[in-house]
């Protein structure tokens, strides 16, 4: 097999979204929350942080950055202020019929 031929990440969920309820309605319930982790691995990554000195910057623990970049569970509102405040992250959520999102700035 070539690689050109396996999916792309976004063509399986696509796929699997459609087949199974289930996963669509977990996937979705979890999109804030794997926004949220993406933006702070990149910002870990980008300042070349280990989880431990970015945890020290924003006053948390490195569990509680390792679970934030899990993208299992969504961050409270308190917990975001934290990070904007330690890393300068900026995290513009929208609330809307019964969803939060991260909109682009």
């Keep these: 097999m070539k690689l050109s031929d396996l999916k792309t990440a976004q063509q399986v969920v696509d796929e699997r979204?459609?087949?199974?309820?289930d996963?669509?309605?977990e996937w979705d319930r979890t999109a804030f929350a794997r926004d949220v982790a993406l933006r702070i691995v990149h910002y870990r990554t980008e300042n070349e942080l280990t989880q431990t000195a970015?945890?020290?910057r924003v006053g948390m623990?490195?569990?509680v950055i390792a679970r934030l970049e899990s993208g299992d569970?969504?961050?409270s509102i308190a917990t975001l202020a934290k990070l904007s405040k330690g890393t300068g992250m900026t995290f513009d959520v929208k609330i809307s019929h019964g969803a939060v999102e991260i909109v682009a700035a």
């Design 17 to 21: 979204g459609h087949q199974d309820p």
């Design 23 to 25: 996963f669509r309605a």
């Design 54 to 56: 970015l945890a020290r």
């Design 61 to 63: 623990t490195q569990s």
């Design 73 to 75: 569970q969504p961050p």
